[in-house]
């Protein structure tokens, strides 16, 4: 007997999975409720709702991680999954019940997003550490350079709680100007991290 059957059914897209941005949107549109409702059950039944929260984007990160591992041959994870819980980081809860949870969610994200292209030149808003680490995680074995190792090192430092968010975002613009998928008004950032990664050796991979 499936547990979650009286959620609801998952309602079906309408738009096509290139067209990124409205794609994401009906996408969150059509899992916030049911998230929503996981929530409230899990709550009305002991847990506390941070945790059921947190716990979600964990198993969320796993599953990109997981996903990212066999796009790329199947090989074996090179760390322990992260557990963003125990980072003190939490999912945006919908219905918030205090203020502690509404803090935990903005320590970390970013004091003003990345903007960066994806796919065909969708642009995408990238707001704090975890949608970094999402986005990287997800990002081609094949286009992955130096650029992308530091930043991904920065989201797991960031997660588990070893650097500021700021710093995390200087990689991940760092990163974007590496592989030109930077939007022009995000260009000045970090030239401090890029001029970090120069003098140690790392330049564009080819």
């Not at 919908?94 to 990345?114: C, I, K, Y």
């Not at 995000?186 to 401090?192: K, Q, T, Y």
């Amino acid at each position: 007997m499936d547990a979650l059957a009286d959620l609801g059914a998952v309602p079906a897209p309408t738009l096509q999975a290139k067209e990124f941005l409205a794609y994401e949107s009906e996408c969150r549109a059509a899992l916030k409720p049911l998230l929503a409702e996981l929530l409230d059950r899990a709550e009305a039944a002991g847990w506390k709702r941070r945790t059921v929260a947190a716990t979600l984007m964990f198993l969320a990160a796993q599953q990109v991680s997981e996903a990212s591992e066999a796009s790329a041959g199947g090989s074996a994870p090179t760390s322990s999954p992260i557990n963003p819980y125990a980072a003190g980081l939490a999912l945006p809860v919908f219905g918030s019940h205090n203020r502690e949870e509404a803090q935990a969610m903005n320590r970390w994200q970013f004091e003003e997003p990345v903007t960066i292209l994806v796919g065909m030149g969708f642009p995408r808003k990238i707001e704090s550490v975890m949608e970094a680490y999402v986005l990287l995680q997800e990002w081609p074995a094949a286009s992955r350079n130096s650029a992308h190792a530091v930043a991904l090192n920065a989201c797991k430092a960031g997660i588990a709680g070893e650097i500021d968010p700021e710093t995390v975002r200087a990689t991940l613009v760092t990163f974007a100007r590496r592989n030109d998928i930077l939007l022009p008004d995000m260009v000045s950032p970090a030239s401090a991290m890029d001029n970090a990664l120069q003098a140690g050796g790392g330049g564009r991979s080819v």
